[in-house]
């Protein structure tokens, strides 16, 4: 069945750093999402992305919908103590069935 | 406007009892999937409706079923529960295949 791999992880890093993380998958996707869920909440959407080659930001958030379609990375600049907590990517491969595979997450930390 | 409402936000159940989750949608969104998490992974595909009619179920056993009724709201249902459902059950509203927005989920604890 389709499967993302995500990486890294977990990463633990200092205020103020640029954080990358990415998602690949061996499926093709027609959508790939970017989540950040906190304890004990839902998922909170971060970007949808629609198109292959796609550059979305949003604020300190910027994510790219692989050409291949096949993968997508997350990137927060200038990393700040509320941006702790899970990120998830998503991707939406088949059409008409809502469908949502998701990755294992990336936990990141950030020391003031 | 309100986000996605489920109820109720956390339960405990003994094993080989049924249980009911609910889901409100955001409104204007006609769609409603279901997700379980269990703790450390990702959300797990269970249930896509749309328009009152399944569209998409994931891999999981004919124990789960779901519904959604003519206000869009849905109703996830678990029977026979085992330890091994003990997750937090996510519910996600979208317009169709787009905007996909999850509630604060039901943390569901069999014992």
């Known amino acids: 069945g389709q499967q993302l791999n995500q990486s890294p992880q977990s990463m633990f890093i200092q205020e103020g750093e640029d954080v990358s993380m990415n998602c690949t998958s061996s499926s093709i996707f027609n959508t790939w999402l970017w989540y950040k869920q906190d304890p004990g909440e839902g998922p909170v959407l971060l970007i949808a992305?629609?198109?292959?080659?796609e550059l979305t930001s949003n604020g300190r958030l910027t994510a790219q919908f692989g050409i291949t379609r096949k993968d997508s990375f997350l990137n927060i600049s200038a990393s700040i103590p509320s941006d702790v907590g899970i990120y998830f990517c998503a991707g939406d491969g088949s059409s008409n069935t809502g469908k949502l595979i998701f990755g294992q997450g990336t936990t990141l930390q950030v020391k003031p | 406007d309100a986000g996605v409402t489920q109820s109720p936000t956390h339960l405990i159940k003994t094993r080989g009892q049924h249980v009911t989750l609910r889901c409100s949608p955001i409104s204007g969104h006609k769609s409603v999937s279901w997700y379980q998490q269990v703790l450390g992974q990702g959300p797990q595909f269970i249930f896509q409706?749309?328009?009152?009619?399944?569209?998409g179920r994931g891999n999981f056993p004919d124990r789960f079923s779901a519904r959604q009724f003519p206000n869009y709201s849905s109703e996830l249902n678990v029977n026979a529960l085992l330890l091994g459902d003990s997750a937090l059950y996510l519910c996600?509203?979208?317009?169709?295949?787009?905007?996909?927005?999850f509630g604060s989920g039901t943390r569901l604890t069999v014992v």
């Open positions: 996600a509203s979208s317009f169709w295949d787009r905007g996909y927005t």
């Open positions: 992305l629609y198109k292959a080659g």
């Open positions: 409706y749309y328009e009152k009619e399944e569209r």
